[in-house]
C-alpha cells in the first residue's frame, strides 16, 4: 500500500498541491483523473521520488517496488527478447522464465519473429511499447501507467485492459479514456482544485459527488454572505443605541469568528464548435484501387482499397479539408505566441477572431501570448485545435487527435465532431470515440485492408479482431461441455431473468438514493428557514424560541451528516451490484 499525508506543492505562485492526502489499500486499481496542469504527472513524478514535496510524505512499506512507464528510452541488450527479460522478478525462473516476457510481448502487439531484433532498430511507438512491456514483466507492487495507451493499436489495448483487469497488486492509472479506465479500475481518485478526492467505483461516481459537494459549498456559501450581510445591517442599525449594545458586540464577536467562504473559482471546459464549410454534393471524395508500401519490391501495407466518403457527390471542387495530425505539433513554430499561430491560420489574420478562439480555447488573456516553447503538450493540442477551429472545412483529418489531452478535452472533441455537419476520417485507437461516432470502418487486420459497413460494435459482433481469435477458441475450449449445449432459448431466457432481476434490484436501491438527495434538499432549505428565523428572534430577544431553533438546527444539521454517510454506502451498493450484473450478463453468451 501507499499512503500520502499533508502534501503541498507549488511552481511559483501556482498551488498545485494543499494538503493532499490519500492512501491506496492493497490490490485496489485507481485511475488518477484530473485537468491538464492540475498535477497527475507531478504526483507520480514526487511518488517516484523524481520531484519533491514542498512538505508532506508519502509513505510505503519496507521492499516496496514501484514500476512506471518511462518515456525515456534506453536499452543495453541485442534483442528485443532480452531486454523485456532483463526486467523478470527474482520468482520468474526455470522453464517459465522467458514464457512470461514472450505472452506480454505477443499481448502488446510483438511478433515472434520480432524477439530477435534490436531494440534500437524498433520505431519510436514500439520502444515505448518495448518499455510498457518491460514494467509489467517487473511485476512490481505498485504499478503507475501514465497514458499507457497512446502509442498502442486497438488489439494491443484490448489486451492490455485484460492484463490490468487481472492485476492483483496495486495500479494507479493515468488515461483520457474514460471507458478504458473505468473497464480496469476499482476506485477513481480526481484532482481538483489543489485537493485530492477518492472514491470506491468509476469516474463519473467522483464526478456526480464533486459537483454535489460544490452545489452544497455554493449555497451555503450564498446564504453565509446573505447572513452576514443581515448582521452587519444589524450592527450599523443599532450600533448607537445604548439598549441594543449588548446585542450589537454579540453579533460583532459573531462575525469576527465566523470564517467567510471564498467564491470558487470557476473552472473553464473546451467548449467549440468546428468551421463548417457549405457542401451542396453527394460525395465529398471517392477512393478507387488504392494502394501504398513504403519499400516498392517490398509488401503493399494497402492493395487496392476503395470507399467513398459522402455527404451523398464525387470529389468536388468545393471540398475543403482539415487536418490534425500527431505530427504537426512539432510543426508549431517555438517561436510564435498561441495568438500568432491561430492568426496564421486565420483566412483574413483577423486579430479578433484568433484571440476569441483563443478564449475557446482556454488561452484566455495573457495566455495567449505564451510562446508555444512554453507549453505542454496539451496545450499544443489545444492550439492546432484552434488553427482547425478558424479554417472553414466540410471534412476532417483527424489522426490521433485526443493523445495530448485531458479527459474533459476528449469529451468535448467528441462532442463537437459528432455535431459537425461535414464528413470526418478519424485514425483512433480509442474504442470509446469509435462507438461514439464512426458510422463506417476502415480496418486494418490480419495484414489487409478492407471496409466495413456499419458501427464498430457490428464489426465486433460479425468479424472480430484477428489476434483475439486464439483467445476467443481458447477460451471456448475451456468451457463445460454443458455450457455448449445451452440453446439460444434458454440463454434468452436466462438473461430476461437476469435483467428483471437486476431492474428490480436496482430499481428499489435508486428509489433510496432518490429519497436520501431529496430529504437532503428538504433538510438544507429548512436549515434556511430556521436561521433566518433564529435572526429574527434574536433580535426580538425571544429566548425560548431562540432555545427551540438551535435545537431545530442542530438536529437538522445532524440529519444531513447522517444522509450523506448513508448516501455514500447507497451509492457504493449501487455501483458494486451493477458490475455484479455486468458481469453475470456478459457470462451468459447467445450461442
Known amino acids: 500500500m501507499i499512503q500520502a499525508d499533508n502534501l503541498n506543492k507549488s511552481y511559483g505562485t501556482q498551488v498545485i498541491f494543499h494538503n493532499v492526502g490519500f492512501t491506496v489499500n492493497p490490490g485496489e486499481r485507481v485511475g488518477l483523473v484530473g485537468r491538464n496542469g492540475h498535477g497527475k504527472t507531478t504526483l ?11 512538505s508532506g510524505v508519502i509513505n510505503t512499506p519496507n521492499g516496496y517496488a514501484i514500476g512506471h512507464l518511462s518515456q525515456h528510452i534506453k ?16 520468482s520468474d525462473t526455470g522453464i517459465n522464465e522467458t514464457y512470461k516476457a514472450e505472452t506480454i510481448l505477443m499481448g502488446l502487439g510483438f511478433s515472434t519473429a520480432d524477439f530477435e531484433i534490436n531494440p534500437m532498430d524498433l520505431s519510436g511507438g514500439f520502444q515505448i511499447r518495448l518499455n510498457l512491456a518491460k514494467v509489467l514483466v517487473s511485476d512490481p507492487n505498485l504499478l503507475l501507467l501514465d497514458e499507457p495507451t497512446n502509442y498502442l493499436d486497438i488489439v494491443s489495448m484490448r489486451w492490455l485492459g485484460q492484463f490490468l483487469r487481472n492485476w492483483k497488486k496495486e495500479l494507479i492509472i493515468i488515461t483520457h479514456d474514460r471507458s478504458f479506465m473505468d473497464s480496469v479500475t476499482t476506485h477513481t481518485m480526481a484532482i481538483h482544485r489543489c485537493r485530492v478526492k477518492k472514491v470506491s467505483g468509476p469516474t463519473g461516481k467522483v464526478y456526480s459527488q ?16 446573505k447572513k452576514r450581510k443581515e448582521v452587519e445591517q444589524f450592527i450599523n442599525r443599532f450600533r448607537a443605541k445604548a439598549t441594543k449594545a449588548r446585542a450589537v458586540q454579540s453579533r460583532i464577536k459573531s462575525l469576527q469568528k465566523r470564517d467567510e467562504k471564498e467564491k470558487l473559482d470557476e473552472l473553464r471546459n473546451l467548449e467549440f464548435t468546428f468551421n463548417a464549410a457549405p457542401f451542396t454534393g453527394r460525395q465529398f471524395m471517392e477512393i478507387k484501387d488504392l494502394s501504398f508500401g513504403f519499400d516498392p519490391e517490398g509488401p503493399r501495407l494497402i492493395d487496392g482499397l476503395s470507399f467513398y466518403v459522402g455527404k451523398n457527390i464525387r470529389n468536388h471542387k468545393h471540398l475543403k479539408l482539415a487536418y490534425f495530425g500527431q505530427t504537426n505539433i512539432i510543426r508549431l513554430d517555438k517561436e510564435k505566441t498561441v495568438e500568432q499561430e491561430i492568426m496564421d491560420a486565420h483566412p483574413d489574420h483577423n486579430r479578433g477572431v484568433a484571440r476569441g478562439i483563443c478564449g475557446v480555447m482556454m488561452f484566455s488573456g495573457d495566455s495567449a501570448l505564451k510562446k508555444v516553447s512554453v507549453l505542454s503538450g496539451g496545450e499544443k493540442s489545444r492550439v492546432l485545435l484552434g488553427k482547425l477551429l478558424v479554417s472553414p472545412a466540410n471534412m476532417l483529418l483527424l489522426d490521433e487527435p485526443t493523445n495530448h489531452l485531458d479527459m474533459e478535452s476528449t469529451e ?25 461516432l464512426a458510422s463506417r470502418l476502415i480496418v486494418f487486420d490480419d495484414n489487409r485492408v478492407f471496409v466495413f459497413e456499419g458501427t464498430y460494435q457490428d464489426f465486433l459482433d460479425r468479424v472480430g479482431w484477428k489476434d483475439e481469435e486464439g483467445i476467443v477458441q481458447k477460451h471456448n475450449k475451456s468451457s463445460s461441455a454443458s455450457d455448449s449445449r445451452v440453446n439460444k432459448k434458454q440463454v434468452r431466457r436466462m438473461r430476461a431473468e437476469l435483467i428483471n432481476e437486476k431492474s428490480r434490484i436496482l430499481g428499489g436501491l435508486q428509489k433510496k438514493i432518490d429519497a436520501a438527495e431529496q430529504e437532503i434538499v428538504c433538510l438544507e432549505e429548512k436549515i434556511d428557514n430556521d436561521n433566518k428565523a433564529l435572526l429574527d428572534a434574536s433580535v426580538k430577544g425571544d429566548g425560548e424560541i431562540i432555545k427551540d431553533l438551535s435545537k431545530a438546527l442542530h438536529d437538522s ?27 453475470k450478463l456478459n457470462s451468459v453468451i447467445e450461442q
Not at 77 to 90: F, V, Y
Not at 210 to 225: A, G, P, V
Not at 558 to 579: A, G, I, M, N, P
Open 44 to 54: 507520480f513524478r514526487i511518488i517516484l521520488g523524481l520531484d519533491k514535496a514542498d
Open 557 to 583: 444539521k445532524s440529519s444531513v451528516e447522517r444522509l450523506f454517510v448513508e448516501l455514500e454506502l447507497l451509492h457504493e451498493k449501487f455501483d458494486s451490484r451493477t458490475k455484479e450484473y455486468e458481469e
Open 210 to 225: 464533486l459537483l454535489m459537494e460544490e452545489e452544497i459549498y455554493e449555497k451555503t456559501r450564498s446564504n453565509d454572505e
Open 75 to 90: 536499452f543495453s541488450e541485442k534483442t528485443i527478447l532480452q531486454e523485456a527479460c532483463l526486467c523478470l522478478s527474482d
Open 412 to 436: 468535448s472533441l467528441v462532442e463537437a465532431v459528432d455535431e459537425f455537419s461535414g464528413s470526418v476520417i478519424i485514425v483512433t485507437h480509442s474504442e470509446m470515440i469509435l462507438h461514439a
